[in-house]
């Protein structure tokens, strides 16, 4: 596209939504058929609805509720959508605008333009739902509704299910379509893939760009501004996955670091290492990839402890990632690799399968060892019904406890910090403090953390990772000295 990219803006078939809901109403049919319910009725989603900023009219920037995306890949405010349990035709319910929407917001599109653009069977106004889901309606009695209502694990938010006037005449099922749903969007068909693998590679390119360019005497603002302009002039992605944490120094150490309280303002320093967690967004599917590296271009022997013993786990759990796999002992695995290194390191002492009974991994890794990732960064489906969060510090984060299976997208992100919250109570308490060389580990004091994080395709072999960043030191290194990489290299 430009000299400044290998990548254009990718060409988004509503072909994807299409089969997403062949792939609902397929599950949805096969629940039906087992239960020995009737296959009739409609599944009914209501999309999102423009919001203001507090009481102002200030209108924020639009972004489709996540399971209406899936489904139908509508990017404008206030539509429903229903399909046919019967005969699995689809239905796109506009809303009826204002004449003066064409004065102050451009065309206001016909309906025929709904039904081609998103691939669906037919387009009625919003306000004609429950006229015409009255007369498709081929069962006895009155419709019947499968609306979206479940709790996502992640937020302990619900799901809302649609409301409209008339909907008192309708039957209303609120436990079948969630859960089935949700499944459906924990496995990636290949047009999803390859769109996660488009984010994934304008946002690699973008972390590249950020890496050659940090310099000592910037702002972490700064880095969060040239990744959000790479990603948007280059590869047409004008949202973010998430709040962009571009973290140094003792900052790394700050797990959600770049909200409002903390809003990446620190000054870069020589001697500070850098840990940036930035993904972009491309037609709702995202990434969600971290890099670090020292700010002055070279890693010191401290940091390259830190950094090396973060890769070894990323890379020993890429090793071992294939369907059937526990992510649970994933994440155990991570805790090992890095307790090992922090023992070749002299930073701990003694037995690691003590530690690792101890929970000492968690006090160095307190998060999760990642999260499924598609339309949202924190994909929905992580606990089934039937599985139970872990009590354990650091397992009781994980996002998911589930067996790997074939077309997930999950994260890989291990991560060592030195939080003082943690780790001071462990250095004092009897129970733990033999574990720790005191004088060595002092050292680390406000040195942050070290986070590698790269998003992985579980293949029918093993995996594929996604991501395509500098990793080890020698390219960091290398990279920020000026040396190519990529595609372009």
Not at 461 to 485: D, H
Request: net charge negative; glycine share 8%.
């Amino acid at each position: 596209m430009a000299s400044g990219s290998t990548l254009s803006p990718l060409q988004v078939p509503m072909e994807l939504h299409l089969k997403n809901r062949q792939k609902l109403l397929e599950s949805l049919r096969q629940h039906l058929s087992h239960s020995s319910r009737p296959l009739h009725g409609f599944v009914l989603l209501q999309g999102g609805e423009e919001q203001t900023r507090h009481d102002t009219d200030h209108i924020e920037l639009f972004r489709q509720e996540s399971y209406f995306a899936y489904l139908f890949g509508v990017k404008e405010p206030g539509f429903y959508a229903a399909i046919d349990v019967a005969n699995g035709e689809s239905i796109l319910f506009a809303p009826r605008l204002p004449d003066e929407y064409a004065v102050w917001l451009g065309e206001i599109r016909a309906l025929p333009y709904f039904k081609e653009h998103y691939m669906v069977n037919t387009a009625y106004f919003a306000d004609e739902i429950a006229s015409v889901l009255q007369q498709l309606y081929q069962g006895s009695g009155a419709p019947l509704l499968f609306l979206l209502h479940g709790l996502n694990t992640d937020s302990n938010n619900f799901a809302k299910p649609a409301e409209f006037q008339g909907i008192d005449k309708f039957d209303k099922d609120l436990t079948t379509l969630h859960p089935i749903l949700t499944e459906c969007r924990v496995i990636k068909t290949d047009l999803e893939i390859s769109l996660i693998q488009y984010a994934n590679d304008i946002s690699s390119e973008a972390h590249v760009e950020v890496m050659r360019r940090a310099k000592v005497g910037m702002k972490e603002y700064q880095l969060e501004s040239m990744f959000l302009h790479h990603t948007y002039m280059y590869g047409g992605c004008r949202y973010c996955s998430y709040t962009c944490i571009c973290a140094t120094g003792d900052n790394s150490s700050v797990l959600h670091y770049g909200h409002a309280a903390a809003p990446n303002d620190k000054t870069l320093e020589d001697g500070d290492i850098a840990l940036l967690d930035m993904g972009a967004e491309y037609h709702f599917y995202g990434s969600d990839i971290t890099c670090s590296f020292p700010i002055n271009g070279k890693f010191t022997n401290d940091q390259s402890l830190i950094y090396n013993a973060v890769l070894d786990a990323h890379n020993s759990v890429l090793s071992a990632m294939k369907p059937g796999v526990s992510w649970v002992d994933m994440h155990i695995l991570a805790e090992k690799v890095i307790l090992e290194s922090l023992k070749k390191g002299q930073i701990l002492v003694g037995n690691v399968n003590d530690m690792l009974s101890a929970r000492l991994g968690a006090l160095f890794m307190p998060h999760g060892l990642g999260h499924l990732l598609g339309i949202d960064t924190h994909d929905p489906g992580g606990y089934l019904k039937g599985l139970e969060r872990r009590k354990e510090p650091g397992l009781k984060s994980l996002r998911t406890v589930r067996d790997l299976q074939e077309g997930m997208v999950i994260t890989v992100e291990p991560g060592c910090y030195f939080i003082n919250a943690l780790l001071l109570p462990a250095m004092n308490s009897p129970e733990t403090s033999n574990f720790f060389n005191q004088q060595v580990i002092n050292k680390f004091n406000g040195f942050g953390g070290v986070r590698i994080e790269s998003d992985v395709l579980v293949t029918a072999a093993g995996c594929y990772n996604m991501t395509k960043c500098p990793r080890t030191t020698q390219e960091i290194e290398a990279v920020m000295a000026g040396a190519p990489w990529g595609k372009s290299s």
